[in-house]
């Protein structure tokens, strides 16, 4: 059996998470491969829907990272987005799903360092959890 | 609008555990309004469900479909081509909606998957408050626009009572005192000799105290 390898599908503001993911890039810092990313014109833009269908498609963990708080390039949208992490991860909970496979953070286009860091703290903290209860279901050899 | 606030999933998934292809209906009018049963909260329950019943290895067929309206034959005929094969239906209309369908289509049981409030209004983004409660004999032409009925916790006619503080009501701090808001627009209009008449007691037939009401338009009923 193959060693557990989490999917987690990172939804990045284009303002800043996307940009720091960027520079750590140019900064030649590692971060896992696990983390596919999603680029978006604002954190605010993601809605419940589109992380309800990243976890029916058998994601193991997301995670939306907007601007840091005061520093919405569209004023409020990071807020919003907090918010709604907020809403689908009791969503996540009344259905079984750990809300601990969701979380919103905040990164500004200069924190390489912090993108890198938790792109990996989170890949643990999923790889811990154990595959999205969905996908475990529907292939019980996996 | 009529509001509605989505029933606990877990109530929604109890309805339909015993079938394996639902027919998952929203309405593009007051719950879309407010957030409870449109378009878009119709593909976020769909998600739900789907994915609670696939940890258990049940794969339910859901058909997502939205109505322009869920409380008007017209609308809910559309559904007639799509029932066929569903064994049961999940309204996320307001309860009238939920009975339009119900009595649509009598042989495929029709469950809520919200929960109606009341006839209110939007405060502001996110929020909605009662506004109406539809007692079929409007008063706000004397109440300066501020329904005692609706508004007033006790639905008194000749307020305030005892029970109003600072504008607030007692029952909270949250709650305005109707009363106090009719005196204050009856002031800014400068009717406060409207205040000193008393209202009389209110005929509560034209309200749910008659039973079941039904409007009928001659000049449009066919």
């Avoid at chain 1, 990272?65 to 991860?89: M, P, Q």
């Avoid at chain 2, 949250?174 to 204050?184: K, M, R, S, Y």
Wanted: charged letters at 25%; glycine letters at 10%.
């Amino acid at each position: 059996m193959q060693p557990f390898e989490p999917v987690i599908v990172a939804f990045c503001c284009h303002y800043c998470a996307y940009t720091a993911a960027d520079m750590a890039g140019s900064q030649r810092l590692c971060y896992p491969p696990n983390v596919k990313i999603v680029r978006v014109p604002c954190s605010g833009k993601v809605d419940a829907i589109h992380i309800m269908t990243a976890f029916q498609k058998g994601v193991d963990g997301v995670y939306v990272a907007g601007c840091l708080d005061g520093d919405c390039h569209f004023k409020n949208g990071n807020i919003r987005a907090s918010k709604r992490v907020v809403y689908v991860r009791r969503l996540l909970e009344e259905i079984g799903i750990e809300p601990e496979r969701l979380e919103m953070v905040k990164i500004s286009a200069g924190m390489g360092e912090r993108f890198a860091r938790i792109a990996g703290q989170f890949t643990e903290k999923i790889r811990k959890l154990g595959p999205n209860p969905v996908k475990r279901a529907e292939s019980p050899a996996a | 609008m009529i509001t509605a606030e989505r029933k606990p999933l877990e109530e929604i998934i109890n309805c339909v555990k015993p079938f394996e292809r639902i027919l998952l209906v929203g309405c593009n009018e007051c719950v879309t309004v407010c957030a409870a049963g449109g378009r878009k909260e119709v593909g976020i329950v769909s998600s739900a469900l789907q994915m609670a019943f696939l940890k258990q290895g049940k794969n339910l067929q859901i058909k997502e479909h939205t109505l322009e309206r869920q409380c008007d034959p017209e609308y809910v005929e559309e559904l007639s081509t799509m029932i066929t094969g569903v064994d049961a239906v999940v309204s996320m209309a307001c309860g009238c909606g939920v009975q339009e369908v119900a009595r649509r289509f009598k042989t495929v049981p029709v469950f809520p998957a919200v929960n109606t409030k009341f006839m209110g209004a939007s405060e502001r983004q996110g929020i909605w408050a009662e506004r109406c409660q539809g007692c079929g004999d409007c008063l706000l032409g004397v109440t300066g626009g501020i329904c005692p009925i609706a508004r007033c916790s006790k639905q008194l006619l000749n307020g305030p009572c005892g029970g109003s503080g600072s504008g607030k009501c007692e029952i909270s701090p949250d709650v305005d005192c109707a009363w106090h808001l009719i005196w204050e627009r009856l002031k800014a209009l400068g009717l406060q000799d409207r205040y000193e008449q008393i209202i009389p007691a209110k005929d509560w037939r034209t309200g749910r105290g008659g039973g079941p009401r039904k409007i009928i338009r001659e000049d449009l009923a066919e």
